[in-house]
């Protein structure tokens, strides 16, 4: 095959694959709905959401098992074959099974079954084919609706597995806000990483204060501000009304724009040239959200001011990488 046909070939796969996501969303219904109310039910219980599957099947269960927990909906995945071995012992009374079986064939997730019917466990079968054993064994049927196959040979599982991991994504998503889970609580399930850092910790915990800080009064001359940003070791100056109240910002970029005008410029107050109502940030606002900020307004450079508007910090986008939430 020629570069071209390579490429075709891999494009004619993505379509396939896209048109499944397609079928299987224009699918959703009934079966979707009675399975968020099912699990929504077990956990406001205290059980937990057991995912099973075997083969392929069995890695998007891990998957969709790692998404449901971290997303606040308390899951483990147990594999079919240690479950008759043993491992049903980590499913308790108040728990549900969700079985992924394409085919709703699967040898080993049928004979899984009885042995969870017999503990007294709830299933739901996340199946293709509804007229199958998994989904007449099944308390509810959760339908994973496709074309077609992107294998040539219709065998290895591609588009199926590509939809049931996008329709396991649409569960957990839906339940994180059927369940309130908020950014905070996500947060404290992700305690390492930038990931948790960022949505820890708040602006007051990251933000530079006191001698880190160049700040100056409304009165200030261009070489005062200058002065106070060499001190600090600071890209900006930050202005503050003679209350306290945020006034401005002048930055080091200010400064490179005006030098072309002469030295004459230094002793100009520095309320002539600096930025009046500056983009800022409250000291109760989370770290997360100072990256969205500096994102949005392409700016380096984040006043902090309290609920009052007081200027009471700063934030300079270079330290962030230092404070491991960038």
């Given at each position: ?23 299987a ?25 057991v ?6 099947n ?121 369940r ?38 409304l009165?200030?001359?261009?070489m ?12 900006a ?21 005006l ?16 930025t ?5 940030v ?37 330290d ?7």
């Open positions: 095959m020629d570069n071209t046909a390579l490429l075709s070939r891999a494009r004619q796969v993505l379509d396939i694959e896209i048109e499944g996501l397609r079928s969303q224009a699918a959703l219904g009934e079966g979707f709905v009675a399975t968020v109310r099912l699990l929504l039910d077990t956990l406001e219980n205290g059980g937990k959401i995912v099973t599957g075997v083969g392929k069995l890695h998007i269960a891990e998957k969709l098992s790692a998404t449901l927990a971290s997303t606040g909906s308390t899951s483990v995945v147990m594999n079919p074959i240690q479950a008759m071995h043993g491992d049903l012992g980590m499913i308790a009374d108040q728990d549900v099974l969700l079985a992924l079986s394409f085919s709703g064939e699967s040898d080993e997730v049928i004979k899984l079954i009885p042995a969870v019917r017999r503990l007294g466990i709830r299933v739901i079968g996340m199946v293709g084919n509804p007229d199958s054993t998994l989904a007449r064994l099944s308390d509810t049927v959760l339908g994973v609706c496709i074309g077609q196959e992107a294998c040539p040979f219709g065998m290895a599982p591609t588009t199926s597995t590509t939809a049931t991991l996008a329709v396991g994504d649409a569960l957990a998503m839906v339940l994180i806000e059927a309130h889970f908020n950014k905070e609580r996500y947060a404290r399930l992700h305690p390492a990483g930038a990931i948790g850092r960022a949505l820890v910790l708040r602006v007051r915990d990251i933000m530079r204060t006191g001698e880190h800080m160049a700040r100056v009064a009165d200030a001359t261009v005062d501000g200058i002065m106070a940003m060499t001190a600090a070791k600071s890209g100056a930050l202005v503050a009304h003679a209350d306290g109240r945020l006034a401005g910002i002048f930055t080091d970029g200010d400064l490179r724009r030098l072309a005008e002469g030295q004459e410029i230094l002793q100009r107050p520095i309320q002539d040239v600096m009046q109502r500056p983009v800022s409250t000291d109760d606002a989370y770290a997360v959200d100072v990256l969205r900020v500096f994102e949005k307004y392409k700016i380096d450079d984040l006043p902090v001011v309290d609920a009052g508007g007081g200027l009471v910090g700063y934030v300079d986008i270079q962030l990488p230092k404070m491991k939430v960038m």
